[in-house]
């Protein structure tokens, strides 16, 4: 038996087998020699791998994991000055940062969606654009349009709020659907097309969009179709008794703009999502994932009594999102690998805006959140 003992993990191997102990429970890889593609010779004819290559491998891991989040925990810090609780939020800002993908704000007013965003970009030194959408909105107020010069007797493009780092499409669903659909074409292709000619977005770009789950007269919901192309949906809620008094206690001024120190800019998250594709996860892993996300199309070859209330089941960008969610979330953990309780952590946000329930969940009080929750008690874990 080889052990060996880390900050954050105990790296057994026994008989063959590499089991790791860790605040998030046991964990199992049956063969080592797929841990780090690449790093652990084969097993030749005369047996096994030597333990230390194995442990050597998630070591180097783990390291650059490390260094490569080192600026993750001050983030956490500026963001707390200005941002009393919400963690869950922040976490899920950091999740779009560092995997690219879009998410959508589900919550009342007054719970600092637009605070936390806009501190964010002041502490990633990266540029943000708030929209706020009406129904009169047009999509050259998005992505810009051409304007005549007299003078030049040409049309010259003017860019519109689009072309930032980090957009807040605030009450999305309050735009028509020509307005909702050239941003969406935005977020998916990185490009806007102006006239005749297309212009690169940024190779940061975030759009996180916020609907209020109240006050639906006169709006337009976003289809089906459309809202799948965010990576996540976010309900973001009230704070706690004692959250709410540390928020009092912070606003003793009238001048409520609280400093906030730069501590990381776009090259370093760049350079962290290209180690976040490098961290492991083992074949078990990938398969729960798929099995999660093919329950909520065939519930039945699960044994779950469900179908009824399901009318379409999630689509493959949801196995591909909750991929690259649980690597950022073990990133984030400072682990250079991804375990059960990662994905599990990531179903919520990434399918309850994919799965459409049915007439009869909707009489029955059953939402999507209720359907989620009975699968992953129902699916096995790894």
């Known amino acids: 038996m080889f052990c060996e003992y880390t900050k954050n993990i105990t790296a057994i191997i026994v008989k063959n087998k590499l089991i790791f102990s860790s605040f998030e429970g046991p964990y199992m890889l049956e063969q080592p020699t797929h841990f780090i593609p690449g790093t652990v010779s084969r097993a030749d004819s005369a047996g096994s791998p030597p333990a230390t290559d194995v442990y050597s491998s998630i070591q180097r891991i783990n390291e650059t994991v490390k260094e490569s989040s080192s600026w993750i925990s001050p983030l956490k810090y500026e963001l707390s000055k200005v941002i009393v609780g919400q963690e869950h939020l922040i976490e899920r800002l950091l999740i779009g940062l560092l995997s690219g993908g879009h998410i959508l704000l589900e919550g009342l007013p007054g719970l600092a969606k637009t605070l936390a965003v806009k501190t964010l970009a002041k502490a990633i030194q990266t540029d943000f654009r708030r929209i706020q959408f009406t129904p009169d909105m047009l999509p050259a107020d998005i992505i810009g349009t051409q304007i005549y010069n007299p003078q030049q007797t040409t049309f010259e493009v003017k860019q519109?709020?689009?072309?930032?780092?980090?957009?807040?499409?605030?009450?999305?669903?309050?735009?028509?659907?020509?307005?909702?659909?050239?941003?969406?074409?935005?977020?998916?292709?990185?490009?806007?097309?102006?006239?005749?000619?297309?212009?690169?977005?940024?190779?940061?770009?975030?759009?996180?969009?916020?609907?209020?789950?109240?006050?639906?007269?006169?709006?337009?919901?976003?289809?089906?179709?459309?809202?799948?192309?965010?990576?996540?949906?976010?309900?973001?809620?009230?704070?706690?008794?004692?959250?709410?008094?540390?928020?009092?206690?912070?606003?003793?001024?009238?001048d409520t703009d609280k400093p906030v120190t730069p501590v990381t800019d776009p090259r370093d998250i760049l350079a962290a999502r290209k180690v976040i594709n490098?961290?492991?996860?083992?074949?078990?892993?990938?398969?729960?994932?798929?099995?999660?996300?093919?329950?909520?199309?065939?519930?039945?070859?699960?044994?779950?009594?469900?179908?009824?209330?399901?009318?379409?089941?999630?689509?493959?960008?949801?196995?591909?999102?909750?991929?690259a969610v649980s690597r950022c979330l073990a990133f984030l953990a400072g682990r250079g690998y991804v375990t059960p309780d990662d994905v599990k952590a990531s179903v919520l946000d990434v399918l309850r805006h994919r799965l459409r329930i049915s007439y009869e969940a909707e009489a029955e009080g059953i939402s999507s959140e209720d359907i989620i929750r009975k699968i992953l008690d129902t699916v096995p874990v790894p």
């Open 160 to 254: 519109g709020p689009i072309f930032s780092s980090l957009i807040l499409a605030d009450e999305i669903n309050r735009a028509p659907a020509k307005v909702q659909s050239a941003l969406l074409e935005a977020m998916q292709e990185k490009q806007v097309t102006i006239g005749d000619r297309s212009f690169q977005l940024p190779e940061l770009f975030l759009v996180l969009a916020t609907q209020n789950p109240i006050e639906q007269e006169g709006t337009y919901p976003l289809p089906e179709a459309q809202i799948d192309r965010f990576m996540l949906k976010v309900v973001v809620g009230y704070p706690s008794r004692a959250e709410e008094r540390k928020i009092l206690d912070s606003f003793d001024q009238t």
């Open 278 to 323: 490098t961290i492991y996860m083992d074949d078990k892993i990938k398969d729960y994932i798929v099995s999660l996300v093919y329950a909520t199309r065939e519930p039945q070859s699960f044994q779950l009594e469900l179908k009824e209330y399901i009318e379409t089941g999630a689509s493959p960008r949801a196995t591909i999102n909750l991929k």
